[in-house]
């Protein structure tokens, strides 16, 4: 069963920083991608960051040039880290993986204040 924990959400100003990582349950490697969706009140799940295991990457045009997906294959984990953060970042932030099913974490509050 695979499992993936996120961790790193919380509160911070407008302008700031956060780094969220993405903790899988085995090897990353079994991954076709991994990704970052997030998901405001009252609005959809939307793709943020994704990244295959060759390590190509894609981003929304709301976050290009703010945000970095990586990924550390040694440690089974998946980073997000988000700079120039808005106020309209502010959502629920979920990994995710594909290995013949998507699977998805259970989100991480981010938080960002005007």
């Known amino acids: 069963q695979v499992q993936l924990v996120e961790s790193g959400g919380g509160l911070v100003q407008a302008g700031g920083s956060l780094r969220l990582s993405c903790a899988a349950s085995?090897?990353?490697?079994?991954?076709?991608?991994m990704g970052w969706y997030r998901q405001a009140p009252g609005k959809q799940r939307e793709l943020v960051a994704t990244?295959?295991?060759?390590?190509?990457?894609n981003y929304a045009d709301s976050v290009k040039g703010r945000f970095t997906i990586s990924r550390d294959n040694a440690k089974n984990t998946v980073y997000l880290q988000m700079n120039s953060l808005k106020p309209e970042d502010t959502a629920v932030y979920y990994c995710?993986?594909?290995?013949?099913?998507?699977?998805w974490g259970q989100g991480t509050q981010v938080t960002v204040s005007s």
């Open positions: 995710n993986a594909l290995r013949a099913l998507i699977y």
């Open positions: 990244i295959t295991t060759g390590g190509n990457t």
């Open positions: 085995g090897s990353i490697l079994s991954f076709n991608w």
